[in-house]
């Protein structure tokens, strides 16, 4: 058996190329990448679950949910403030949750600008069938993690947000 003889190497074991670790960098970066991958693919069939089982969208079953986990209502800036988006985008979903019975506005006594809002109780009603729906989905939708692989990565990523919204309250006393 040769060197240069192709056949000699038939049927024996080759080593192919070794692989390289690459830097922790290049994994948190993959990591980073797949979980905007898997969080995009989760959310598109949440959305599209919400719009054909309920007839509803998922930036409304947030609002609901913001609302539900806030007894006592919120004034729309908090409610904007908790959903991380704008006043505007907060308005329009609230104004027809209002129409339909599931959200009722009240003045905030001593500021006549202000008003809060709260789940009314068929929106708690709603509310309830949309978030066991929610639930179901998202149970399936991550049916390949087990119990233990899921408080490893709730684990670290509580990690991970406190370490960010530490360092975002850090840059916002600035």
Known sequence: MTETDPVAHRGAAVPGPQKVAEPLSKQRLRLWLKLLKVTRLVEHE?????????????????????????????????????????????????????????????????????????????????????ASAHESWVDDLLDGVDAESARLMLEHLDHITEKLENEEASHERR
């Open 46 to 130: 949440v959305r599209d679950r919400f719009r054909t089982a309920h007839d509803t969208t998922l930036p409304r079953f947030d609002v609901l949910a913001a609302l539900h986990r806030a007894e006592a209502g919120l004034r729309m800036s908090e409610l904007s403030g908790v959903l991380r988006v704008s006043n505007g985008n907060v308005t329009g979903i609230v104004e027809r949750l209002v129409e339909e019975g599931h959200v009722m506005r009240a003045a905030v006594e001593g500021d006549r600008r202000a008003t809060r809002v709260r789940l009314t109780a068929a929106g708690r009603i709603h509310f309830a069938q949309l």
